[in-house]
Nanobody, 120 residues
Framework: QVQLVESGGGLVQAGGSLRLSCAAS????????AGWYRQAPGKQRELVAQ???????NYADSVKGRFTISRDNAKNTVYLQMNSLKPEDTAVYYC??????????????WGQGTQVTVSS
């Protein structure tokens, strides 16, 4: 079994920064593609940023230039550095990863979510 545990969320003023972490543990051989999604109240979950196994990245237009996704393969951890935060970034942020397990299968996992609140 594999677990994704997010951390780093919280309350911050507009213009501030937060760094989210997503640590994967369990029967992992490697992490393939990983991403951060968010869901604001009354809205659908949306992709924020994604990083491939080769560290290619893509971002939602709304966060380009402000957010940076990165990964540490040795620690099986994915990060999201969020700068210049805006009130509209307020949401629950979820980590998602396609994991290549020790059983040599690809399985999609989600974290439990971490709340990010940006005050104006």
């Amino acid at each position: 079994q594999v677990q994704l545990v997010e951390s780093g969320g919280g309350l911050v003023q507009a213009g501030g920064s937060l760094r989210l972490s997503c640590a994967a543990s369990g029967s992992i051989f490697s992490i393939n593609v990983a991403g951060w999604y968010r869901q604001a109240p009354g809205k659908q979950r949306e992709l924020v940023a994604q990083i491939t196994s080769g560290s290619s990245t893509n971002y939602a237009d709304s966060v380009k230039g402000r957010f940076t996704i990165s990964r540490d393969n040795a620690k099986n951890t994915v990060y999201l550095q969020m700068n210049s935060l805006k009130p509209e970034d307020t949401a629950v942020y979820y980590c998602n990863a396609v994991v290549f397990t020790v059983a040599r299968t690809f399985v999609d996992y989600w974290g439990q979510g971490t709340q990010v609140t940006v005050s104006s």
